[in-house]
């Protein structure tokens, strides 16, 4: 998470833990920020309401896109399919590989892209992590390098000076990421991460186990209010 900091950044934002920090940390050193949410007929729009709060929170320019079609064709997944239930348990576990979206991140990321060249932002920055690399393919840094060679040749001599596209905290574990948005101020009982959409987070979703696993490593107090709570989640 070094080096120079970009002058305007497009942030993925899903109002979750990692867009929020990677937001946060941006502002905080002096990069603007505009935030990118996404409607892709998703099970349920919490986060979006989260990712709203956060844009209010930092005075941010907040653009959310409707790709609510793109949850008929993009069947097969309990984040787009009601017919799926949402599996409990811990976020490796095989189980959770009934939560990818396929190609999610590269459609979310041209449109980022695209956002910042009419923008003139020299940036795109996303949340992704070293836990989701075991579930999520598109959250790896194979996939990283290869996106980001592929925007930069896909919009040659469009793209603002010194263009990046970020992902600050692609090898960092959720633990970090918590330790991180602390140090920055990032108001955690603004962001949502609960797959099942919830009046709150349920506690035993994959992205539940893992929030409440990584404010417990990271010995940050967790402001979350989960409709079931520790033995309980653990089984």
């Known amino acids: 998470m070094t080096g120079q900091k970009p002058r305007h950044a497009v942030v993925i934002a899903s109002g979750g833990l990692d867009s929020t920090t990677v937001a946060y940390w941006l502002a905080d050193h002096g990069s603007q920020v505009s935030l990118l949410s996404f409607d892709y007929g998703q099970r349920h729009r919490r986060e979006l309401d989260f990712a709203r709060r956060i844009a209010v929170n930092l005075g941010a320019r907040h653009e959310v896109v409707d790709l609510s079609g793109l949850g008929r064709v993009l069947t097969g997944s309990a984040l787009t399919d009601p017919g799926i239930q949402v599996p409990n348990g811990h976020y490796t576990a095989a189980t959770m590989r009934s939560t990818v979206v396929p190609n999610r991140n590269a459609i979310m990321l041209d449109i980022a892209v695209g956002m910042a060249v009419a923008r003139e932002a020299d ?55 918590v330790e991180a948005g602390r140090q920055v101020g990032v108001p955690f009982q603004d962001t949502w991460s609960c797959y099942k959409g919830g009046e709150v987070h349920c506690g035993l979703c994959g992205t539940c186990t893992e929030r409440i696993e990584a404010f417990s490593l990271a010995g940050v107090e967790d402001p979350t209010e989960y409709a079931h709570t520790g033995a309980e989640a653990a089984r």
């Open 123 to 177: 940036a795109v920055a996303f949340g992704a992590h070293a836990g989701d690399h075991a579930i999520y393919p598109d959250c790896r840094s194979s996939f990283f390098d290869l996106f980001a060679e592929t925007a930069k040749a896909g919009n040659e001599g469009l793209l603002a000076d010194g263009f990046e596209v970020l992902a600050p905290f692609i090898d960092l574990a959720k633990a970090d990421i």
